[in-house]
Nanobody, 124 residues
Framework: VQLQASGGGLVQAGGSLRLSCAVSGRTFRSEVMAWFRQGSGKEREFVAA????????NYADSVKGRFTVSRDKDKGMVYLQMTSLKHDDTAVYYCAADNAAWRISTNWRTYNYWGQGTLVTVSS
């Protein structure tokens, strides 16, 4: 499985960006798909995830109401729509896949596959 994240860039505080993650190599209908981020000098943290079976979602408290995660299984795509961006959202964003479809884990160590990351910079 290969994950390719894109869509990062420089945006002013209050602006919006949409990140995309293209999945290839196998079908990903049974995996939980998630976004994590890692700021400079910080640990990798959970941002959002979308379930494999019923499409349920989970968000970090810091992004609730501002970010929306979605997936298009037919196209093999996962998205992260980010609005009302803050300087603290500046980070490298990674998409990830977890084979354990019965849970939505917020622990990055449980995810089996990772994309290369895309940098989001929010200017204050």
């Amino acid at each position: 499985v290969q994950l390719q994240a894109s869509g990062g860039g420089l945006v002013q505080a209050g602006g919006s960006l949409r990140l995309s993650c293209a999945v290839s190599g196998r079908t990903f209908r049974s995996e939980v798909m998630a976004w994590f981020r890692q700021g400079s000098g910080k640990e990798r943290e959970f941002v959002a995830a979308v379930g494999a079976i019923d499409g349920r979602t989970n968000y970090a408290d810091s992004v609730k109401g501002r970010f929306t995660v979605s997936r298009d299984k037919d196209k093999g795509m996962v998205y992260l729509q980010m609005t009302s961006l803050k300087h603290d959202d500046t980070a490298v964003y990674y998409c990830a896949a977890d084979n354990a479809a019965w849970r939505i884990s917020t622990n990055w160590r449980t995810y089996n596959y990772w994309g290369q990351g895309t940098l989001v910079t929010v200017s204050s």
